[in-house]
Structures are given as structure tokens and as C-alpha cells.
């Protein structure tokens, strides 16, 4: 069974930065697609970021909201997914999850099979 951990969350000016790393035991992130979603209070969680299976093409995207600002990447020797964020705003503010899913790529997150227990995000000033 898969099992994600992710980390690096934390407390942030606006316009700060933040990288947060997903890492997993159980098996290799290399054979899923993983997105990152965030969940405000009081609203659903959201897709933010998706980045494929390297087998597949590791093609990525971003939500509309993020675009240019986070970016999603692998890191093959610390076998993590980290997602660098900049030019944080204040509704950036979350818990952000990692997801991996074996056969879907996109920000629904019904497609995901597996999830972390997130990471809390906090952008204030």
C-alpha cells in the first residue's frame, strides 16, 4: 500500500515562498501521476497541481490561480514531488495534500487512489 508524507508547510508573508515535498514508502512515486490539491476552511478541497508518470510523458499543469507562480517538479535522488510556491497570496492559505493516481492524470479528486495527510500552509501578514 502506498502511503505519502508530505512536508514543508508553514507560515509565510504574502509574496513569500514555500516548497513542499511529498515523499512516499510502500512504493515508487515514479509510477503515478501526482497532484497536489489544497483545502481551505469551510470550502472543498481543490486541484492545484499535477505532474505525470515519467513512463507516460511527466507532462504537468497547474490550476488557473497558480499558474506562473508554482511549479511542480520531481526530484529523482530524494525521490520526492515537490511543489515550489511563490509570490504567495493570502488565498493560498490550506491544507495542501499530495495524491497519487495510477491511471488518471488531472485536478478532479476522485481520480486519485492515494493521499497524504497534508500539510498546513498559512500565508499572512
Known amino acids: 500500500q502506498l502511503q505519502l508524507v508530505e512536508s514543508g508547510g508553514g507560515l509565510v508573508q504574502p509574496g513569500g515562498s514555500l516548497r513542499l515535498s511529498c515523499s512516499a514508502s510502500g512504493g515508487s512515486l515514479d509510477h503515478y501521476a501526482i497532484g497536489w490539491f489544497r483545502q481551505a476552511p469551510g470550502r472543498e478541497r481543490e486541484g492545484v497541481s499535477v505532474i505525470n508518470a515519467p513512463r507516460r510523458d511527466d507532462r504537468s499543469f497547474h490550476t488557473e490561480s497558480v499558474r506562473g507562480r508554482f511549479t511542480i517538479s520531481r526530484d529523482n535522488d530524494k525521490k520526492t514531488v515537490n511543489l515550489q510556491m511563490d509570490n504567495l497570496k493570502l488565498e493560498d492559505t490550506g491544507v495542501y495534500y499530495c495524491?497519487?493516481?495510477?491511471?488518471?492524470?488531472?485536478?478532479?479528486?476522485?481520480?486519485?487512489?492515494?493521499w497524504g495527510r497534508g500539510t498546513q500552509v498559512s500565508v499572512s501578514s
Open positions: 495524491a497519487a493516481a495510477e491511471y488518471y492524470f488531472g485536478l478532479e479528486v476522485d481520480g486519485y487512489d492515494y
